[in-house]
């Protein structure tokens, strides 16, 4: 049933205004939270429990007819926009000759025009393949049975706040215990943890941090893991979950010199970064990076699921035939919509509205943590943004509690936001790259009235 006051359909047509008419979360939303205890499992957390009807733009209308501004993006999701135009229409001609073969047993264009897509987008202009898969957990874990199978060797290198997924491979590289790891043990062995270059925490300064940590962590995997023995580098080249992290500057490209002469696989996981969300189609462009395996979900698709692995043929093909797949890997629809999201990525040049996103919202960030102690710091690229908000007053201890009081404190106001870090202190923003930008100046501005609040009772305590 369509709830009043809220339109039929989402997409790009949808009014691109905040409009709130019930608290939040409002009356339609509380009776399906309440549904939703006795049927859902607890494990399955959430943000903001307000029940989505339509999206489109930069806005989410939930079912009370709130129309809230998102900086969110479904976790960096639908860049292109919820519902955009070109993806509905590619899904719906796709689902209406077919739906479902297994790319593995009949094949189609699709799958393979989206290979090609990938091939051609991703660094570097060395010969290349790609295989699909259905989420980004799935991508790392086939990037490592790739690497495994193309080296001959075990190991792999991860990194300090590293988020890979929620598999039990993905978890054993993923750092954070509560609450993704917390009993959900042993995880694969073979995964070795290193210290990453994070600036503003670096002991002696932001400086010398990517140079001093890449000094550390090729110690660490020539001295104690055993360089020979590591078939696999994984690295976010900004890390996502654990806190839009960017590494210090010389970190990416000396470990990717040292894979190299190592023969060590450096590879991206670009999963919460492709798809122009930080300024370049691929964050790891930044510095000069070009990864031997790079892995991909989350904007590839306009909110469809899929996932790929691109790499360097040699490395790729080394699986024998049969070795990777999986029933739905590369489903038709996916394709489709992957297909139609890439060529809005490409046609609107949505990296530089990510580029114009940042450039826009970095300086009232900056601007916000100059009047508060509380945000330590203010970091990200184009459209992938961060505060890192700790107690103030000349204390860096990280502040969980005031984190989640602002995130509570925007979304009140209508505005999806984001947390994040190892000790859940960072407010992330996550807007879709279409955002109409009064639309993002209205979420900066609820962002700071929700600092003011906030601010004000941690001054008191
Ligand atoms: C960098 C990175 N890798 C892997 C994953 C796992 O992706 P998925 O949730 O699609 O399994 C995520 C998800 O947030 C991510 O940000």
Avoid at 57 to 65: A, E, H, S, W
Avoid at 270 to 275: D, K, L, M, R, S
Wanted: glycine share 12%; proline share 6%; with cysteine.
């Amino acid at each position: 049933m369509i709830p009043p006051n809220v339109p039929a359909r989402g997409g790009p047509g949808l009014p691109q205004v905040r409009r709130l008419v019930t608290e939040i979360p409002g009356p339609r939303s509380r009776a399906l939270a309440a549904r939703r205890t006795g049927a859902v499992a607890r494990g399955v957390g959430e943000t903001l429990p307000v029940y989505v009807h339509a999206a489109g733009g930069g806005v989410v209308v939930d079912v009370d007819g709130n129309s809230l501004i998102d900086f969110g993006s479904g976790i960096a999701v639908v860049s292109v926009g919820n519902a955009a135009d070109g993806v509905v229409e590619a899904v719906r001609e796709q689902v209406g000759r077919f739906t479902h073969t297994c790319f593995m047993i009949t094949p189609y264009e699709g799958y393979v025009a989206v290979c090609e897509a990938l091939n051609r987008l991703t660094p570097g202009d060395h010969d290349k393949r790609s295989a699909l898969f259905n989420s980004g957990a799935e991508a790392v874990e086939n990037a490592v049975k790739i690497a495994r199978s193309a080296t001959g060797r075990d190991a792999v290198v991860v990194f300090e706040h590293a988020y890979h997924g929620r598999t039990n491979l993905t978890l054993a590289m993923t750092a954070k215990s509560m609450p993704y790891k917390a009993g959900f043990g042993p995880f694969a062995p073979e995964v070795y943890r290193v210290p990453l270059a994070y600036p503003y925490r670096w002991p002696t300064g932001r400086e010398h941090c990517g140079e001093q940590a890449a000094a550390r962590v090729i110690e660490l995997v020539r001295d104690e893991i055993g360089a020979g023995e590591v078939a696999a580098m994984v690295i976010e080249p900004i890390q996502g979950e654990g806190g839009f992290i960017v590494p210090g500057r010389g970190f990416l490209p000396r470990l990717a010199e040292f894979c190299a002469d190592t023969g060590i696989l450096f590879v991206a996981d670009e999963i919460q970064t492709g798809f122009a969300r930080t300024g370049t189609m691929f964050a790891c462009e930044d510095e000069g990076i070009v990864p031997d395996l790079i892995t991909t979900a989350k904007g590839i698709a306009g909110g469809m699921p899929l996932a790929a692995v691109t790499g360097r043929a040699e490395i790729m093909d080394a699986p024998q035939a049969g070795g990777l797949g999986g029933t739905y890997g590369g489903n038709p629809a996916a394709c489709a919509a992957a297909l139609a999201a890439i060529g809005l990525i490409e046609s609107a040049d949505l990296a530089a509205r990510a580029r114009r996103i940042g450039e826009l919202a970095l300086p009232r960030l900056r601007a916000l943590a100059a009047r508060h102690d509380i945000v330590g710091d203010v970091r990200g690229r184009g459209a992938m943004l961060a505060l890192e908000l700790v107690r103030g007053g000349g204390d860096t201890s990280p502040d969980k509690e005031l984190t989640a009081a602002v995130a509570a404190a925007c979304h009140r106001r209508g505005l999806i936001v984001l947390t994040a870090g190892t000790w859940g202190n960072v407010l992330r923003l996550l807007p879709p790259l279409v955002i109409d930008e009064p639309l993002l100046l209205a979420g900066l501005d609820l962002l700071d009235e929700a600092f003011a609040e906030c601010a004000e009772s941690a001054a008191s305590r």
